[in-house]
């Protein structure tokens, strides 16, 4: 089972939403998708995928969790995609079969050696890729209780929000790619109360629900009361808001 399945990932999908209809307004200024073959990489419930098709592009979305393939099937403009459940670096794709590949907050947990790899051989050359990501925040309420009460991870080979660093985008691209293009912006995390941000973690956000699965009781009771924490922080009497650091990251297929 993957760890996608875990939680209520559409309640992460909702949130993020405004980010994806960015990120295929940003391709589709770079390269028209009116009649385009697009893929959406790591689609999850298929918000990138669907303002894909809204754009009037021919899209297939791809993931490695049918539960979610099945969620973005049933949404409206659901029927226009071609679903596919498979690893966004082996997709069994045809080469060079795409005008572009998409992805919203997905293809940034995959290896990714691999997943450029897989990339640069879908896409035809001239082909656009555009994908969106978390850029490093000091103070991220998501994370800072996990530091908090665990202590810093082991060192990994790569992290997700590595690909909000310029450097490694160009270093990881360059092979492959030019006319490579980074955007920075903000999102607005918002719930209507404190309770609610820490239902998020502890009932909804996947990999928070992962974590808090895999930990003894003590230490999903300490978890809480630093998410508690972290939370009240930005709490007004309308509710919890803050911010959390992306991009918009495009680059030409050479």
Same mark, same amino acid.
């Given at each position: 089972?993957?760890?996608?399945?875990?939680?209520?990932?559409?309640?992460?999908? *909702?949130?993020?939403?405004?980010?994806?209809?960015?990120? !295929?307004?940003?391709?589709?200024?770079?390269?028209?998708?009116?009649?385009?073959?697009?893929?959406?990489?790591?689609?999850?419930? %298929? =918000?990138?995928?669907?303002?894909?098709?809204?754009?009037?592009? *021919?899209?297939? %979305?791809?993931?490695?969790?049918?539960?979610?393939?099945?969620?973005?099937?049933?949404?409206?403009?659901?029927?226009?995609?071609?679903?596919?459940?498979?690893?966004?670096?082996?997709?069994?794709?045809?080469?060079?079969?795409?005008?572009?590949?998409?992805? =919203?907050?997905?293809? !940034?947990?995959?290896?990714?050696?691999?997943?450029?790899?897989?990339?640069?051989?879908?896409?035809?050359? %001239?082909?656009?890729?555009?994908?969106?990501?978390?850029?490093?925040?000091?103070?991220?309420?998501?994370?800072?209780?996990?530091?908090?009460?665990?202590?810093?991870?082991?060192?990994? *080979?790569?992290?997700?929000? *590595?690909?909000?660093?310029?450097?490694?985008?160009?270093?990881?691209?360059?092979?492959?790619?030019?006319?490579?293009?980074?955007? =920075?912006?903000?999102?607005?995390?918002?719930?209507?109360?404190?309770?609610?941000?820490?239902?998020?973690?502890?009932?909804?956000?996947?990999?928070?629900?992962?974590?808090?699965?895999?930990?003894?009781?003590?230490?999903?009771?300490?978890?809480?009361?630093?998410?508690?924490?972290?939370?009240?922080?930005?709490?007004?009497?309308?509710?919890?808001?803050?911010?959390?650091?992306?991009?918009?990251?495009?680059?030409?297929?050479?």
């Amino acid at each position: 089972m993957s760890i996608w399945s875990a939680g209520r990932y559409e309640a992460v999908a *909702q949130r993020i939403a405004p980010i994806s209809v960015r990120l !295929i307004e940003t391709v589709d200024r770079l390269r028209p998708l009116d009649g385009a073959v697009v893929a959406d990489l790591a689609c999850g419930t %298929g =918000n990138a995928a669907l303002a894909a098709v809204a754009a009037g592009a *021919q899209v297939t %979305g791809v993931d490695l969790t049918p539960e979610l393939l099945a969620i973005a099937a049933d949404k409206a403009g659901g029927e226009a995609v071609q679903w596919v459940a498979a690893d966004a670096a082996a997709t069994g794709l045809p080469d060079a079969g795409f005008d572009a590949v998409v992805s =919203n907050m997905g293809i !940034i947990f995959v290896e990714p050696v691999s997943q450029v790899a897989e990339i640069a051989r879908l896409l035809r050359p %001239g082909g656009f890729l555009g994908f969106s990501t978390w850029v490093r925040d000091t103070d991220n309420p998501f994370y800072n209780p996990i530091i908090d009460v665990l202590g810093p991870p082991p060192a990994a *080979q790569y992290s997700p929000d *590595q690909w909000g660093e310029a450097d490694i985008v160009t270093t990881r691209l360059t092979d492959d790619f030019d006319e490579i293009f980074i955007e =920075n912006g903000k999102h607005a995390w918002q719930f209507g109360s404190v309770q609610d941000a820490v239902v998020f973690v502890t009932d909804e956000s996947p990999m928070h629900v992962d974590l808090f699965t895999r930990s003894d009781e003590e230490t999903r009771v300490r978890l809480t009361e630093a998410f508690t924490a972290a939370f009240e922080r930005y709490a007004t009497a309308d509710g919890v808001t803050f911010d959390a650091s992306y991009a918009v990251v495009a680059a030409r297929r050479r």
